[in-house]
């Protein structure tokens, strides 16, 4: 398994996908509740871009002073992971000219939404899922939960590293062969397959 | 039967980032949108209004006031006694009051929002408490009492009450009888509620929640505990306002 991911991760154009979405997503996780003050200083022209840019890298702080310690982790241990997963995805559509397969597929999709779910200000509670609850009127409910909404976090780690998992699996075996299996298949049975084994 | 598995495999893919996306842009946008809180502290969505920070109440002596009340900037913070992010922010804000305070550039305002779900009884009876150290000790009064009180709670619903305002309220010399009947009369119940109701209509839904507002009137929103070089930045921008 680990030969497939440092095969993929030898080249430098997936390194790249990598990093750039993971900074992507934590740099959104820490900015996304601050969207208003950065709109607010966008629209002031009286406030240069330099400004502007330095105030960026100063909302980047609240990891430290808005996270706790455990939110924080798993912030940042998604925005890895999806940096890994979407880069994995990415070499597997246009270097190996395949398909993903539906658990893979299903696995990713639900550990993206899930990490999208649980990324978010700790300031009392994941800020995507806290938006969606308060959509619905129940923004309270998150405090019956006994991390407060944070299960959302653990579950996107847990979701997107087997995800990233199924798709180093899945690089492993070759589409020929499974090409060659399923004409095989086609030709003959089960059991006189078998005995080529 | 395998090629139309593939289509919809293929479709997947795509279909999971625009979920996310949507789900991200609908939090961004969700989180520009206007709140209300009602009776029972709960946010309730409402119709979105571009300039809900031009809602913040206005600044009277009224409030409580750490600073010159007539400093070119004003920063309103709406705080919860039991939200850790509060504690960590209270010092913050002590820090910028130690460089800008003194020259009187800028002004501390604070307003009570207990967050009642999060932090059941203790949020709301710390903040009638903090009022009460108000009446009986004036604006001094309140910051004494409301800086001990962020210094000994340990957040999130774990302060011994019982323990530590009784504390608090003998060591900065307040009239204990006077004091308790204050807490039992419920004459701020009105008062916090309407502080509650005006973060929400500002656009706060967590805490802590606090709007900058500048010499020219701009106002900045900082959502949650920002660290102390961001509220500085904000602060040296806008005395860049006064000429």
Redesign the interface.
Known sequence: MHRTFIKVFKSPLYVFIAVIISLVVLF?ALL??????L???IS?S??STL?LL??IF??L??L???F?FVSATYTVLISILFGINTAI?VYYIRDYKS????TG??T??FG??A???GI??????S??L???L??L?I??SL?FLPF?GQEFGFLGVILLTVSTYMLLKKLNKPNVCIALRNFLLSRYSNNELSLFN | MENSNEKTNNIMLPVAVIIAGLIIGGAVIFTNNDSVVTEDNQPKEQVVENNSLDKVREVTSEDHIKGNPDAPIKIVEYSDFECPFCKSFHATMNQIMDEYGESGQVAWVYRQFPLEQLHPVKAVAEAVASECAAELGGNDGFWKFADRLFELTPSNNRTDIETVIPQIVKEIGLDEVAFNECLNSGKYNEHISADIQNAAETGGRGTPWSILISPDGNKYPINGGQPYSAVKQLIDLSLKEIK
């Open positions: 959104g996304l509740p601050n969207i208003s003050l709109i607010n200083v002031n009286a406030i400004d330095k105030l100063n909302l702080g609240s430290k002073t808005n706790t995805i398909k993903l397969e539906k597929v299903t990713s999709t993206i939404i990490g999208a779910f978010g200000c700790a300031s009392c509670g800020l995507i806290t938006s969606f308060s959509l009127g923004g309270g405090a407060g």
